[in-house]
């Protein structure tokens, strides 16, 4: 079992940044797959950003919508994810979720891919 809590979120203004992390317990956390998801008020849940067990040196993918401006990294010793999010506008606006896929080296662009999931952070980005 892995408990995933993520920090972070806010109000921020268009064009600025915030960076989300995700902390989750566990012992087998360097062999998840780790993503970001987010959902807006009235639509589903879409995906943001994935990255593999092997952090930056291995799979990493992103929403179109997102790339260039986001990036996900990993820190496999401290447990953690994190999405540094640059140049916001108001699409943004969101609950991010982290997900942990276990057992598997691929990353997953869709939520049935992962097993657990973070209660959520609301980023808000204000025009």
């Known amino acids: 079992q892995v408990q995933l809590v993520e920090s972070g979120g806010g109000l921020v203004q268009a064009g600025g940044s915030l960076t989300l992390s995700c902390a989750a317990s566990?012992?087998?956390?360097?062999?998840?797959?780790m993503g970001w998801f987010r959902q807006a008020p009235g639509k589903e849940r879409e995906f943001v950003a994935g990255?593999?067990?092997?952090?930056?040196?291995?799979?990493?993918y992103y929403a179109d919508s997102v790339k260039g401006r986001f990036t996900i990294s990993r820190d496999n010793v401290k447990n953690t994810v994190n999405l540094q999010m640059n140049s916001l506008t108001s699409e943004d606006t969101a609950v991010y979720y982290c997900?942990?896929?276990?057992?598997?080296?691929?990353?997953?662009?869709?939520?049935?891919?992962?097993?657990?999931w973070g209660q959520g952070t609301q980023v808000t980005v204000s025009s």
């Open positions: 997900a942990a896929a276990k057992g598997t080296l691929r990353v997953g662009v869709y939520g049935s891919e992962y097993d657990y």
């Open positions: 990255i593999g067990w092997r952090g930056s040196s291995g799979s990493i």
């Open positions: 566990g012992r087998l956390f360097s062999t998840y797959a």
